[in-house]
């Protein structure tokens, strides 16, 4: 580890520190309702949508016709999605030429795109056109993120308000959350994106010479556009197999920087929106603090694992100082590859700019836990906030038995209804991570998916699952995973990962909105302290952590404490 490393990690926290109060502020103004500086350009293109589709803007919705629509309209982009890789080789905007995408394929792509999970089973620039890769991919980063955003304002709503039956309109969050927040904010990003070197353009390639005479083709498209919103909503999806690893998709290290700044922007920001809007800024100050704390452990343990090297390279009479630079880009070196897997993996990004899989053992751990953790550091956009305010729900109700009071949280009464709710949003990932998983290592033909035998393939299948239920997308690296089996399950593992969490949360936002606001007492245990801070922390680390811990044992783990004692797999 070095200072200059520290430096640059450090810079990039204190930017989007900056970036949470302005941009924030902002969200929680445009999402409300109220007039911002898009109005007149935005304004009447909103109306026209809600006229187009029969919305009401005065009329809101219950907790379970929210829902509902929320299901309609995946469920719609998933058809329209998967309608498009099917039938590809007969759109337009195909200069390559690629065929229809084959069915488990196009199921798991258009699973992955609606559920904000981005996992990819194949490579895009030689399997999808641009239009499959802008009218489906780079859409549905955007109202798949947007989605998040409405959830996340349903929850906020609840607790703003009191004795109320509704918690919004599902149809309105979605279309200001696109219009206001993603799209003017992604075209700047794209711009900047475009003059950093990235390609936008509709030609399907480039022919080259080498310095050895040899002609390659180049493969080009709208890469900037699909990259922008990749990361404002924590997508990950890349353009190219190699994701933010290529130079097209990551010229420069300042474009690198830049990816990072945008995943965590949008997602950290709707922390403080939700402070805002609910009338206690400490509160998402404190929610922040926790994001903090994870992320910075965790990008210190990852540079600290990976600047130190592998033991036994070292045991052979390799030159222990430049640390363990396999699958990382010599561009960015250890401390910037390092921020970038804590960051994707504490979000639900799943872009990377280094493989995983080639990380030491203990560097390797991290992101994997922070994805078990229920990616609520700070999460994905409005997930993790959502994801967060349910660890909040646990904390509080730990804390009133400490007390012997009825837990409260932001003035709401935490109740049964509202621990049941919250226990199945939580058993949700260890369910679909660790059962796919067991039924995986022992099957043959899974099993022989994985790239290495011994702890590290166990982690190879352990992680593809863990992406997937946790809407992440990113891969350990090593697994074949274009098979039947695994674009099937992974598939079904995003699926329960991203509704089968958000209907027991939407639940909660209904029986919250109903409950009538108390105000707080000397006896109420307040939230927005230190205190609440680490017992939140704790929290997460509990019940979120040691459910995963004998899986994490036999991979990762025991790999770490075998790469100490100089032995092999």
Known sequence: MTV????????????VLIVIKPLGLYMAQVLSGGRNVFSPIFGPVERGLYALAGV????????????????????AGFVSL?????????????????????????????????TNTNWQNYSGETTLSHFSQMAGLTVQNFVSA?????????????????AVSTV???????????????????VVVALAFVAMGLPQTFRASVEATTLEGVRQTIALGPVASQEAIKQLGTNGGGFFNVNAAHPFENPTALSNYLNIFAMLSISAALIYTFGQLVGNRRQG????????????????????????????LTALGLDPARGNMEGKEVRFGQAMTALYATVTTGLSDGGVNGMHGSFTGLGGLVPMLLIQLGEVLPGGVGSGLYGMIVFAILAVFAAGLMVGRTPELLGKKIEAREMKYAIFAVLILPLAILGFTAISVVLPSAVASIGTVGPHGLS????????????????????????LWYNT???????????????????????????????????????????????????ILILGGLQFFPALALGPIIEHFAMLAGQTF
């Open 460 to 483: 190879e299948i352990l992680y593809a699952f863990t992406s997937a239920a946790g809407n992440n997308g990113s891969a350990f690296g090593g697994l074949s995973g274009n098979t």
């Open 82 to 114: 998967y309608a498009i890789l099917r039938c590809q080789a007969l759109l337009p905007l195909n200069p390559q030429g690629f065929g229809n995408v084959p069915p488990d394929l196009a199921f798991n792509t258009a699973v992955s795109f609606v």
């Open 285 to 312: 100050w404190a929610f922040i603090a926790v994001t903090f704390a994870f992320l910075i452990v965790s990008v210190g343990v990852v540079y600290w694992a990976e600047a130190a090297g592998n033991p036994i």
């Open 56 to 75: 009401d803007p005065a009329k809101e919705q219950s907790w379970l016709a929210y829902t509902f629509s929320l299901l309609a309209f995946s469920m």
């Open 168 to 186: 919004g309109n599902f149809w309105i969050d979605l279309t200001r959350a696109t219009l206001y927040v993603l799209l003017p904010i992604a």
């Open 4 to 15: 200059i490393g520290w430096l640059q990690i450090s810079l990039l926290f204190l930017a």
């Open 489 to 539: 399950t992974l598939g079904v593992a995003m699926l329960f990962g991203r509704f089968a969490y958000a209907v027991p949360v939407l639940a909660i936002a209904g029986s919250i909105a109903a409950k009538a606001r108390v105000l707080a007492s000397k006896g109420t245990f307040p939230t927005d302290t230190p205190l609440f801070v680490g017992l939140l922390i704790g929290i």
């Open 146 to 162: 947007a989605s998040g955003i409405a959830i996340a304002l349903a929850v906020t709503r609840a607790f703003a308000r009191s």
